[in-house]
Nanobody
Framework: QVQLVESGGGLAQPGGSLRLSCAAS????????MSWARQAPGKGLEWVSG????????YYADSVKGRFTISRDNAKNTLYLQMNSLRPGDTRMYYC?????????????????WGQGSQVAIAS
């Protein structure tokens, strides 16, 4: 079955960096676009970034553009999110999700699978 397992979250200081990873299994990773989304306690899931199945194109929410970089290694079935210049407002649970096709959807409701999440906390 489809499994998505996030790792790499933790506590960082404002201005610092973290790198999230998402290990995928149970499907042909290279055939699907992938995205990262995040959620604050009591709030809905917010789409953050997406990448095409072959890595040829990437998309970002305005709130993270220029600070976060999404990438993937199809040989390792792994998705990444490099987060730089972190802010307290980036404190969220971060999830990786599998799109329904090779192209990125910006609508979180269109994603069938999400991982369990990795907590990111930004504080001095």
């Amino acid at each position: 079955q489809v499994q998505l397992v996030e790792s790499g979250g933790g506590l960082a200081q404002p201005g610092g960096s973290l790198r999230l990873s998402c290990a995928a299994s149970g499907f042909t990773f290279s055939s699907y676009a992938m995205s990262w989304a995040r959620q604050a306690p009591g709030k809905g899931l917010e789409w953050v970034s997406g990448i095409y199945s072959d890595g040829s194109d990437t998309y970002y929410a305005d709130s993270v553009k220029g600070r976060f970089t999404i990438s993937r290694d199809n040989a390792k079935n792994t998705l990444y999110l490099q987060m730089n210049s972190l802010r307290p407002g980036d404190t969220r649970m971060y999830y990786c999700g599998r799109s329904h096709s090779s192209w990125v959807s910006l609508v979180v409701g269109e994603y069938e699978y999400w991982g369990q999440g990795s907590q990111v906390a930004i504080a001095s």
